[in-house]
């Protein structure tokens, strides 16, 4: 199993970015998928989830300001955040529901003030 996470970077607060992850050694099609995040000095949190059949769900913390989307053909999960503030600096992590995988390699989000 592979999880790798990849659109991290530096960005201004009120600014936007797409994440995406590529999943291998799964049945992609058939999981429900998630992205996490955790913050320095925090635990990993649950940020969206996105159904098989295409159904986000958000924490409040970015509910209405974050799309979460999939492409089965792709084996890839996405996050478009926009109006990115401090508090989203994290690095953000792929898993299926509950982290259900083994970990990946996250990418990191600094959201400068």
């Known amino acids: 199993v592979q999880l790798q996470a990849s659109g991290g970077g530096l960005v201004q607060a009120g600014g936007s970015l797409r994440l995406s992850c590529v999943a291998s050694?799964?049945?992609?099609?058939?999981?429900?998928m998630a992205w996490y995040r955790q913050a320095p000095g925090k635990q990993r949190e649950w940020v969206a989830s996105?159904?098989?059949?295409?159904?986000?769900d958000y924490a409040d913390s970015v509910k209405d300001r974050a799309t979460v989307s999939r492409d089965n053909a792709k084996n890839t999960i996405y996050l478009q955040m926009s109006n990115l503030k401090p508090e989203d600096t994290a690095v953000y992590y792929c898993?299926?529901?509950?982290?259900?995988?083994?970990w990946g390699q996250g990418t990191q989000v600094t959201v400068s003030s």
């Open positions: 050694g799964i049945f992609f099609s058939l999981n429900d």
């Open positions: 996105v159904s098989i059949t295409g159904h986000g």
């Open positions: 898993n299926g529901l509950y982290g259900k995988f083994p």
